[in-house]
């Protein structure tokens, strides 16, 4: 059984920073690709960044130079650093992994989420 556990979510004032961390646990053999999305209120659920297992990036338009995602492949564990944050940046975050090999199968999964808030 795979899961994502992240942490890192809370509240921080506009044009502060923040690190997301998740990570992956199960008998994972390889994931393919780890990303951040995110959900405000009302809205539907939306890209942040993803990052491959080799390391090439993308990012939702509204957070280009301003969140770096990185990965720990060792850890099965994704990074994300949010800095000069804006009030719309609050949203529940979630971790996703998509193309987990395990023993027994390949798949994708959620994390459970995350909420960050930026105060203005």
């Known amino acids: 059984q795979v899961q994502l556990g992240e942490s890192g979510g809370g509240l921080v004032q506009a044009g502060g920073s923040l690190r997301l961390s998740c990570a992956a646990s199960g008998r994972i053999f390889s994931i393919n690709v780890m990303g951040w999305y995110r959900q405000a209120p009302g809205k539907q659920r939306e890209l942040v960044a993803t990052?491959?297992?080799?390391?090439?990036?993308n990012y939702g338009d509204s957070v280009k130079g301003r969140f770096t995602i990185s990965r720990d492949n060792a850890k099965n564990t994704v990074y994300l650093q949010m800095d000069s944050l804006k009030p719309e940046d609050t949203a529940v975050y979630y971790c996703?992994?998509?193309?987990?090999?395990?023993?027994?199968?390949?798949?994708?999964?959620w994390g459970q989420g995350t909420q960050v808030t930026v105060s203005s």
């Open positions: 990052i491959t297992s080799g390391g090439i990036t």
């Open positions: 996703n992994a998509e193309g987990v090999i395990t023993l027994t199968k390949t798949g994708d999964y």
